[in-house]
Structure formats: structure tokens, C-alpha cells
């Protein structure tokens, strides 16, 4: 467990929004080691007060990003009182992007820039006693999912009820948590109204807004055995051991496992894509030939 | 009474040779089957330290990697752990007459994992006609523990280990003897033999430690 945390406290994670759901994603989040970036460009109104329970009367009229980071002392958190949009949004740098805004403008310009710069996201809506969550990893993207939809449900015009946008934002965090720790994420859109929670498939609209992508997402920890490192892919997948042999200077082969030696590390390689990489401690030559093998 | 110890660096076998010490048996020798490659630390040195804590004057290791790969290319995966073990029996016996023990002692312990259920620790003795000494056999996990806590092998045995990344998911919890050797057919098991007793080296704790010092 120790192992998992402290493999947390490099990765990074913006929260764009820090209204109900975002300021308490940014709360759950705050107890990991996770740095996290909390933008928003809004201050505190005393209207926000009955349902966005991370502020009180003492932060209205102070910038939400401000007044949170006061609040989450156990955590690294960088307030960003910016605006987003297609320029501004350059400036994010983080492992997952988690948006937790209310409108469709905002959402499209996170949508770009993730899919360009190949960053997970999550997406959240709230309004009502209806909560949404769809995380994007690659395989679809928001316009394959709403189209060119520019209007939907806001808070604006049916209210919310607390516990819609708490749901929200715990079904939030369990996603991006598996997703920074490499584990498969909940493929669909989660819906729930009231009691109700229903698991989506998405049917991709006519969308050729996706690129192929040609890199596989990873994560490289220390071995809970202490004995080195490995690199275990985000998706399941098969990898073609005798393309990678002809490749790479090989010790041995098998036909479920090779020994690799490459760039003075020496490596061995799953077929079901885990890398085991021994006696190497300089994690960015193991992310590049770990690329390199994954590479079709 | 003179025996051959097989020993892997886990927690159990250091125990085994403990209590057959105790009842008066001379281990003449441990042999150490490790990877160069297909492991990612040197389970030699965890050898060394437990040898030394067990006052074992010599230690025979041999490299396994290309006869564990060897099987894998070859037979059906799911006894990968049998096949491999009766090798690693087949080659102890050989070192045995050459040491002249009658003996091996191993941490076996009845249905602790695959290899080790009732059927398929038959299949493995069938391979070797030498006695095999199991004083762990019917010993809990955590008792073996406490006495390797008593006798101050644990901590050097807990340390950093890598899993077999060859052996099967689903590996066979029952085999025959005739399924097996059917199996050993698609390998040249004397050849391997061969090759392994080749390749084997012999290492003596004290004279380790004493060239360590001189350095």
C-alpha cells in the first residue's frame, strides 16, 4: 500500500471547476499524494453556500481556488485563477484532467486539448438529482458521445440537490483514481438519478475526431517485491513477442516471455504486456524503451 | 547419514535442513537452482547468508534460465512445474552420488502450492530413485515461519523475491507419471542434465567471506 501511495505523489491532476462537485472531488483527492492544480477564475457568492459545502460565509467575495487550497492543508495544491479556454488551457499540465464545470464551451475546449495531447479525462454534469460520469481514455471522445450539442441541463434552470453533486464527485474520484493508477476504468457513461445508477454504452456518433493512437499508456512503479521495476499497460493487451524479438537485442526466448537487453537495461518481457525491468533506477530511460516496445 | 539440501532462498527450506540437522543428518552440500535472466535479483547472495546461518560448507548453484525456457518452448505449460522440478531432482541426484549423499532434503509441504499436492509430489519422486527427505510435509505455513524466525533465517529468506514469470496461471494440480514422461519426450531431458552439471558452480561461504575481507 505504501508502494501505491508514494508511486502517487508524481502524478498530477487539474480540476477545472470548483463549484459542488469540484470542490469536493478536490477534497477526496486532497488525501492522496497527488498534486493537485484547482482552477477557477469564480469567487465565493454567498448563493454558492447551501450546496457547496467545502466554503463558508468567511470566502465569499475570495477566488474559489484561493479559499479551497486554504482548506486542503494535508495536500500539494496549486490554485490557477484562470479562465479556460483553447489558449489558456496550454498552460495545464497534468497526468488527468477532471472537468467539473457547468457549461458545454468549456468542455469542448478540455475535449481538444486532451485528445491531442493524449490526457485522460473525466466528464461530470450534475443538475437535478440526475449525475453523470464519463471517463475518456481514447476510445471515444465528448463529441462521439454528445455530438455538436450545445445546450443541455444546467443548475441554471432545474437547481441541484447536494447529494447529486457529492455522488458525482465520489464516482469521479474512484474513476480518475483507477485511471492514474493504471487500472481499467468503467467503460460507458454512469448515469444515475436518485437511486438509480445505470452503467451507459456509448454509441459512438459518427465521429472521426478520435486519432488513432500509436502510443500505449502505462504506469511504471516499483515492484511491491522491491526487486525492480515494472511497466504494466492501461489496457489489456497481447503484445507480439517475435515482432519485439527481431527488434531488440534478445537473451531469451520463450513464447509467453522474453529477455531484453537494451540500452544497458536488461528486461523482461510479458506477452500479456508487462515490462520487468532489472537493476534500473532511471525511471525516464525505463518510460522510453518502454515505449519503445510497446510501439506496433 | 549425508544429504543434499535444495534451496530455493524462500522461507521454507532453510527450516527443512534445520530439523534434519537436528537429527543428526550432514548436509553436505545446497544446491541452488537460480536466473541470471529470467529473475531480476541474485538469489546466490540470499544463498550464501542462509548457508553460512545453517553452517553448510559448500554450495553448488547452476543457472537455469535456458532449461526452464527449454520447457516452456516445449511441453504443455500447465506442467511447467513438474517437468522443471523433476529436472532439478534428476541433476540433484547426480550431484548426490558425486558427494556421495544418499539423501535429498527438500521444504516440500503437502498442498502449500501446485507442485506440491499429494499427485504431483508422486510425479516428481518418480523421476529420481534417491530418498527424499520432506521433514516440512505436514508443518502450517506459519509454524514453519516461527522457526525460521528461531533459528534467524527469516529475515535473510523474506527478502526481495521475483515471482516465476514462466509458470502457467492455471497451473495442474494432479499428473501421472505416463503424462509426464510423455511430455519429456518433446525435450532432451539427459541433455539437459548434462548441460546443467556443466555449467554448475561451486561456491563455499567461508571462502567467499574470507576473500570479501581480504579485499
Redesign the interface.
Known amino acids: 500500500m505504501s508502494n501505491q501511495i508514494s508511486t502517487l505523489s508524481n502524478k498530477s491532476i487539474a480540476i477545472i471547476g470548483l463549484g459542488a462537485v469540484g470542490s469536493i472531488t478536490a477534497k477526496l483527492l486532497s488525501h492522496t499524494e497527488i498534486k493537485l492544480l484547482l482552477i477557477d477564475h469564480d469567487i465565493v457568492q454567498e448563493s454558492n453556500l447551501q450546496r457547496q459545502p467545502m466554503y463558508d460565509k468567511s470566502d465569499v467575495n475570495k477566488l474559489k481556488c484561493e479559499a479551497l487550497c486554504k482548506k486542503l492543508k494535508s495536500a500539494e495544491v496549486f490554485p490557477m485563477p484562470i479562465h479556460i479556454d483553447s489558449e489558456t488551457i496550454k498552460k495545464v499540465h497534468a497526468d488527468i484532467i477532471l472537468d467539473c464545470t457547468d457549461n458545454i464551451e468549456t468542455r469542448l475546449v478540455i475535449n481538444e486539448y486532451c485528445k491531442k495531447n493524449n490526457i485522460s479525462w473525466i466528464h461530470t454534469a450534475a443538475a437535478g438529482s440526475i449525475g453523470v460520469v464519463i471517463p475518456f481514455t481514447g476510445d471515444y471522445c465528448f463529441r462521439c458521445v454528445y455530438g455538436n450539442a450545445s445546450k443541455g441541463l444546467t443548475c441554471d434552470n432545474s437547481g441541484i440537490l447536494n447529494t447529486t453533486s457529492e455522488r458525482v464527485a465520489q464516482i469521479q474520484v474512484d474513476e480518475a483514481l483507477k485511471i492514474i493508477t493504471g487500472k481499467p476504468s468503467t467503460k460507458g457513461m454512469i448515469r444515475f438519478n436518485g437511486d438509480e445508477t445505470k452503467i451507459l454504452t456509448i454509441k459512438k456518433k459518427e465521429c472521426t475526431h478520435v486519432q488513432e493512437k500509436n502510443t500505449t499508456q502505462f504506469t511504471l512503479s516499483k515492484c511491491t517485491t522491491r526487486a525492480g521495476y515494472s511497466a504494466k499497460p492501461a489496457k489489456n493487451m497481447k503484445l507480439n513477442l517475435s515482432q519485439i524479438k527481431k527488434k531488440f537485442n534478445t537473451l531469451i526466448e520463450t513464447p509467453i516471455v522474453l529477455v531484453i537487453n537494451e540500452d544497458g537495461m536488461e528486461v523482461i518481457v510479458h506477452e500479456y504486456g508487462e515490462l520487468l525491468f532489472k537493476d534500473a533506477t532511471d525511471e525516464t530511460k525505463m518510460q522510453k524503451l518502454a515505449q519503445r516496445i510497446y510501439a506496433r | 547419514m549425508k544429504a543434499i539440501l535444495l534451496l530455493s532462498g524462500g522461507i521454507d527450506s532453510p527450516v527443512a535442513a534445520h530439523l534434519m540437522q537436528r537429527k543428526g543428518y550432514t548436509i553436505v552440500a545446497a544446491l541452488h537452482f537460480y536466473n541470471k535472466?529470467?529473475?531480476?535479483?541474485n538469489t546466490v547472495d540470499k544463498c550464501e547468508q542462509l548457508c553460512k546461518k545453517l553452517n553448510i560448507k559448500k554450495i553448488i548453484t547452476i543457472p537455469f534460465?535456458?532449461q526452464q525456457?527449454e520447457i516452456?518452448?516445449k511441453c504443455a505449460?500447465k506442467f511447467y512445474y513438474i517437468i522443471q522440478r523433476r529436472l532439478m531432482w534428476r541433476i540433484a541426484e547426480n550431484i548426490a552420488k558425486k558427494e556421495n549423499a544418499q539423501y535429498l532434503i527438500t521444504g516440500e509441504n503437502l498442498a502449500q502450492v501446485a507442485s506440491q499436492t499429494l499427485s504431483n509430489m508422486q510425479t516428481t519422486q518418480s523421476a529420481v530413485q534417491i530418498s527424499i527427505l520432506r521433514p516440512l510435509l505436514c508443518n502450517d505455513k506459519v509454524e514453519t515461519i516461527a522457526m525460521a524466525r528461531e533459528i534467524d533465517t527469516y529475515e535473510i529468506s523474506k527478502g526481495?523475491?521475483?515471482?516465476c514469470?514462466?509458470g502457467p496461471k492455471h497451473p495442474a494440480t494432479s499428473s501421472s507419471k505416463e503424462i509426464i514422461e510423455k511430455e519429456e519426450e518433446k525435450i532432451d531431458v539427459k541433455n539437459l542434465i548434462e548441460e546443467s552439471l556443466k555449467i554448475a558452480e561451486k561456491l563455499s561461504p567461508q571462502i567467499l567471506d574470507d576473500a570479501k575481507i581480504l579485499k
Do not use: F, K, Q, T
Not at chain 2, 535472466?37 to 535479483?41: A, D, P, R, T
Not at chain 2, 526481495?160 to 515471482?163: L, T
Open positions: 535472466h529470467l529473475g531480476n535479483i534460465d535456458e525456457a516452456v518452448r505449460h526481495p523475491e521475483v515471482c514469470l514462466l
